[in-house]
């Protein structure tokens, strides 16, 4: 996995990002990063609401990627929701101008089979790729890349 910081993404960037995960993800994840309580929420605020006819699956968690938090109680633990990345479900997804207009710190990981090959830390504002999806994708968009290191 060949990882790299992705900046300047917004408004057009953030769509055409977006339309080449449709094309390379068959799913993604939100990920509330610290639920307060046992039960999953019966409402949902957008865009979780909206993408809710295409849950795959919602399951509790410590660790997602980019992220692992140390646990003090198990009501504290993220809550993950994995949704088929379709173009109807990515079309809600550019309702908002980019990775972090989602709920508050609300992360988004994409997924081919079971390779991520983009996450967010969005508390942070950062954006991370597998290179080994995207060819020169970035080149094409203008966007600034960083390698991590690893």
Same mark, same amino acid.
């Given at each position: 996995?060949?990882?790299?910081?992705?900046?300047?993404?917004?408004?057009?960037?953030?769509?055409?990002?977006?339309?080449?995960?449709?094309?390379?993800?068959? =799913?993604?994840?939100?990920?509330? &990063?610290?639920? *307060?309580? !046992?039960?999953?929420? *019966?409402?949902? &605020?957008? &865009?979780?609401?909206?993408?809710?006819?295409?849950? #795959?699956?919602? !399951? =509790?968690?410590?660790?997602? &990627?980019?992220?692992?938090?140390?646990? =003090?109680?198990? $009501?504290?633990?993220?809550?993950?929701?994995?949704?088929?990345?379709?173009?109807?479900?990515?079309? #809600?997804?550019? =309702?908002?101008?980019?990775?972090?207009?989602?709920?508050?710190?609300?992360?988004?990981?994409?997924?081919?089979?079971? $390779?991520?090959?983009?996450?967010?830390?969005?508390?942070?504002?950062?954006?991370?790729? *597998?290179?080994?999806?995207? $060819?020169?994708?970035?080149?094409?968009?203008?966007?600034?890349? #960083?390698?991590?290191?690893?």
């Amino acid at each position: 996995m060949t990882e790299y910081y992705v900046f300047e993404i917004e408004n057009t960037k953030y769509k055409l990002m977006l339309d080449k995960l449709c094309n390379l993800s068959d =799913r993604f994840c939100l990920v509330e &990063p610290i639920a *307060d309580t !046992k039960d999953f929420p *019966d409402i949902l &605020p957008e &865009p979780k609401g909206e993408l809710e006819k295409f849950l #795959i699956e919602r !399951k =509790r968690t410590c660790v997602w &990627p980019g992220t692992k938090i140390k646990l =003090r109680s198990k $009501n504290k633990e993220a809550i993950q929701h994995f949704y088929k990345c379709s173009k109807a479900s990515i079309d #809600i997804l550019k =309702r908002y101008s980019d990775f972090f207009q989602y709920e508050d710190q609300m992360d988004i990981a994409f997924f081919a089979k079971e $390779n991520c090959i983009l996450y967010t830390i969005s508390h942070e504002e950062i954006i991370v790729v *597998d290179m080994k999806y995207w $060819n020169d994708f970035f080149k094409k968009i203008e966007c600034k890349l #960083i390698k991590k290191n690893m």
